[in-house]
């Protein structure tokens, strides 16, 4: 009888991937995820991956699978010779007081690119329809001032001072303006998370909102995550972004003094502080004997808004100091973080799919649908749904029984 003799080889070198070490410190960086992190993720010892970093070690073929999803970049990126040139689509115009601001992150970068693939389906769906350009779109340079913008947007949107007093409070004048708004064309998402996926909250630290100026299908993403009454600040800011055809990433920057903020910028704020908080009517409401905080707050129900954006309306326009500002500003934002840290979950999953995606979008989508004119599958996963649930997202929408 013949014996052979076959060497054993560790399965750590049959499955070993030949990953590029700097491809996985750039994914790590980029996603804000530490070392130590990763290794526990991994179900490592951080001195592993380390050596990964070094190019000592390199990890299995099932560990390099799972760092690209912990760190959300696609697989073959771990084999580039370099990191990728991810150049941002759209302007930042975030800022964080005279600092410059950290890099966006994967989280958002991801987010951008779904919001973009339903931008890119809606232009085709309205062009398909024999839709115009909007005419509004870029119809003001940054050499107008607030006051024109403003007035012109009120007027396209047909809303009034009175249109304010009806509203029982702020939610429904979030609700009324969004409805407006999107009845004028605009498409507006709002969603505190990537994609579906509850496990990767949008951070309102690192942004607040963006938006996508097109002639065709504009579009204004707000972070959910941000008190529901500041986002009206940012949906008109944003929507000042679209009356002069400037697409960006913002974070309005409201609490910093002296921020150095672009021209733009400079001038959205002032629209969206014109439109919410008119000069003349706050001067004319304003009483300096009242308690500051007190008085704020009373007129944040008046005009329905954030009591932060009532507060830097009065500093704005001389009625009052930046310290009352400032100690004011720090207990709302105790406030803030506080109800974020409370609010729930749940809900109706149909409405928040709506939310997430505009009412137009979703109705374009499966109107489309159910006229075969695209498959159910794309639909759902346009829509983030599954294709079995569209029915009953339509029955949400459309408030079918």
Request: hydrophobic share 45%.
């Amino acid at each position: 009888m013949l014996l052979f003799w076959l060497p054993i080889i560790p399965s750590s070198l049959v499955t070993e991937a030949h990953i590029n070490p700097a491809i996985l410190t750039w994914a790590l960086r980029r996603s804000g995820i530490s070392a130590p992190a990763l290794a526990d993720r991994l179900g490592t010892e951080a001195a592993r991956v380390s050596s990964w970093e070094t190019g000592e070690r390199k990890p299995t073929f099932r560990q390099a699978k799972r760092i690209a999803e912990v760190t959300h970049i696609p697989f073959g990126y771990l084999y580039l010779p370099a990191p990728p040139d991810e150049q941002l689509p759209i302007a930042d115009f975030r800022t964080v007081g005279d600092d410059p601001v950290r890099p966006l992150s994967a989280d958002f970068r991801e987010l951008l690119n779904m919001v973009l693939r339903k931008q890119t389906w809606y232009r085709e769906f309205r062009q398909q329809q024999g839709d115009g350009p909007l005419s509004y779109i870029g119809r003001f340079g940054t050499d107008a001032t607030s006051a024109e913008i403003a007035a012109d947007i009120k007027r396209v949107l047909d809303l009034s001072e009175q249109s304010r007093i009806d509203s029982r409070d702020w939610e429904a004048y979030l609700k009324l303006l969004i409805e407006r708004i999107e009845d004028a064309g605009v498409l507006v998402m709002r969603s505190g998370v990537v994609g579906n996926n509850t496990h990767r909250p949008l951070s309102v630290e690192e942004f607040r909102g963006f938006v996508l100026a097109d002639s065709f299908a504009p579009v204004i993403f707000l972070n959910g995550r941000d008190a529901k009454a500041a986002q009206i600040f940012t949906l008109i800011h944003e929507l000042a972004h679209v009356w002069i055809g400037v697409s960006g990433v913002s974070n309005e920057g409201l609490a910093v003094e002296h921020v150095r903020i672009s021209e733009v910028e400079r001038l959205c704020n002032a629209v969206a502080a014109e439109f919410l908080v008119p000069a003349r009517e706050i001067r004319a409401r304003w009483d300096r004997r009242t308690d500051f905080a007190a008085q704020v707050r009373d007129l944040s129900r008046e005009f329905k808004v954030s009591a932060v954006v009532v507060a830097r309306r009065a500093v704005e326009i001389g009625l009052a100091s930046w310290p009352a500002f400032t100690r004011f500003f720090q207990l709302e934002r105790a406030r803030w973080e506080t109800a974020v840290t409370r609010r729930s979950g749940g809900g109706n999953p149909y409405r928040t799919s709506t939310i997430r995606n505009s009412k137009l979008l979703t109705r374009a989508v499966l109107e489309t649908a159910f006229e075969g004119r695209m498959l159910l599958r794309d639909a759902g996963h346009l829509l983030g749904i599954a294709p079995a649930n569209l029915r009953k997202l339509a029955d949400s929408v459309y408030g079918e029984k």
